[in-house]
């Protein structure tokens, strides 16, 4: 296993706006780590696509867009 590709992100801001509050965490991640891709298959993420400038993409979404 390739440890040099791994990155520790400190979060940043809280960011309450999912409906399910629990998952606001993988919000806050995202955020505060860059990201441009959420991949998930929760319903409470998926109907925030896009946040801010981050998707968040279905597992099967994500493999569709890499093969147009």
């Known amino acids: 296993m390739d440890l040099s590709s791994i990155q520790f ?5 809280t960011i309450p706006v999912c409906r399910d509050e629990k998952d606001n965490k ?13 991949i998930t298959g ?13 998707e968040i993409l279905t597992p099967d979404r994500l493999v569709d867009k890499f093969a147009e």
Request: aromatic content about 6%; charged content about 15%.
């Open 9 to 13: 992100v400190k979060i940043t801001e």
């Open 42 to 54: 929760d319903l409470d993420l998926l109907v925030l696509n896009p946040f801010q400038s981050i």
């Open 26 to 38: 993988f919000l806050e991640l995202a955020v505060s780590g860059n990201a441009n891709i959420i």
